[in-house]
């Protein structure tokens, strides 16, 4: 259960404590505050926690101080959307708005490799006027043989041409709370010249401590990737893990699931997914097209399966692409078969701009279907 307290309450603790006194009939409801900035006010939330079938909700609506009283579903209390429109959905990073409106394409290399490399990337991205990036130091691989990526030592001459070619926000994985630390601290005595978003990687889907980790910072926002064997539930619980830790500012990312069935592709897309989180959510959906695709294939028509992939997602709404693409894909360390060269990633550029045309084209078709059916009606 959420209450929400009035705006500009003179005495906030006053109605809090009769909160708190009339649960004192329920010993197995704890409460929680959230602060949070909506879109046009400060919002403070009491949550309820426990065993809140009982508490009458009658009785908190006539408290002075209570705005509204929501009966939410204990899954998704942070994430979901609950009907409750004072709370934004999405956030702003570095002057970047992630919202369920909005498409962001983030592109460049699996792992960061050399500095010929990243440089040559990021002018590319400036080039076509893209200033968000993908870029891995740390690499999470199925043997301990692969390249495990340059860890903290690549971060200061990553993030210096980051900022030399206008970059703003880097995805960037990290698999433990020690690489948070070290990006924090890289960025810092670079000065900042790019932002980070911290991306779980979905081996870490259900890791709860770095889940925890990521949740109880506020500096970087979150790309979460969706386990490849868990049900789209059990990620989402995953999400509510880093919320309820106070960092809201998550992107949800669909990267295919695992299954024999996806042959050949690497994963099998589940970018149906897509409008069922914007529904069920308040975060702003990626999808990631390279890592569910797994090659270069293309179909008779000439288009890549990365690019068919890409625009399955953004034609059912998506808000932000992460891709893969590399100068030489076939010297790549990690993942060249799906690697887009930069002249093929120039074309999906172009291929998801027309792709995103059609989208809003059919929403903008069906609101004003939708419109035209009410005038009839009344
Ligand atoms: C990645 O994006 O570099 C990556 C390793 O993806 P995933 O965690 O989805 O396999
Ligand atoms: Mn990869």
């Keep these: ?110 792992a960061v490799e050399t500095k010929e490399y990243v440089e040559e990337i990021f002018k590319t991205l400036k080039d076509l006027g893209i200033s968000t990036a993908r870029m891995g130091a740390y690499k999470p691989r199925t043997s301990p043989y692969d390249f495990q990526g340059h860890g903290k030592k690549c971060l200061p001459w990553v993030f210096e041409l980051a900022g030399k070619y206008g970059i703003k926000v880097i995805a960037m994985e990290v698999l433990r709370d020690q690489h948070i630390e070290e990006i924090d601290k890289a960025l810092e005595e670079s000065g900042r010249p790019t932002g980070v978003m911290l991306q779980i990687g979905t081996r870490n889907a259900q890791n709860f401590e770095l889940l925890k980790a990521v949740g109880s910072q506020q500096t970087y926002p979150v790309l979460y990737k969706r386990g490849m064997g868990l049900t789209l539930e059990e990620s989402l619980n995953a999400c509510e893990y880093i919320a309820s830790e106070g960092n809201r500012n998550i992107v949800f990312c669909l990267r295919g699931v695992k299954t024999q069935l996806g042959l050949p592709h690497r994963n099998m897309v589940d970018f149906a997914h897509v409008p069922v989180i914007k529904r069920l959510t308040r975060l702003p959906v990626c999808v990631d097209p390279s890592h569910c695709i797994g090659s270069k294939d293309k179909s008779p028509d000439g288009l890549l399966d990365i690019f068919h992939a890409a625009a399955m997602g953004v034609i059912a709404g998506a808000n932000m692409l992460l891709v893969e693409f590399h100068p030489e894909p076939e010297m790549a360390w990690c993942d060249g078969p799906q690697s887009l060269t930069p002249s093929q990633f120039s074309q999906f550029v172009r291929d998801v701009q027309i792709v995103r045309q059609a989208y809003k084209t059919r929403v903008e078709t069906y609101s004003q279907a939708l419109m035209a059916e009410m005038t009839v009606a009344a």
């Design 1 to 110: 259960m959420i209450i929400i307290l009035k705006p500009d309450l003179e005495d906030k603790e006053k109605t809090i404590t009769q909160i708190r006194n009339y649960l004192e009939n329920y010993p197995n409801v704890r409460i929680r505050l959230v602060e949070l900035q909506g879109e046009t006010r400060e919002v403070t939330e009491v949550h309820l926690i426990g065993q809140t079938h009982n508490v009458r909700m009658d009785v908190l609506e006539r408290f002075p101080g209570v705005e509204r009283v929501i009966r939410v579903s204990a899954k998704y209390r942070q994430i979901g959307r609950h009907d409750i429109d004072l709370v934004p959905v999405g956030f702003t990073y570095q002057g970047i708005t992630f919202d369920q409106d909005s498409l962001v394409i983030f592109g460049g290399l699996c």
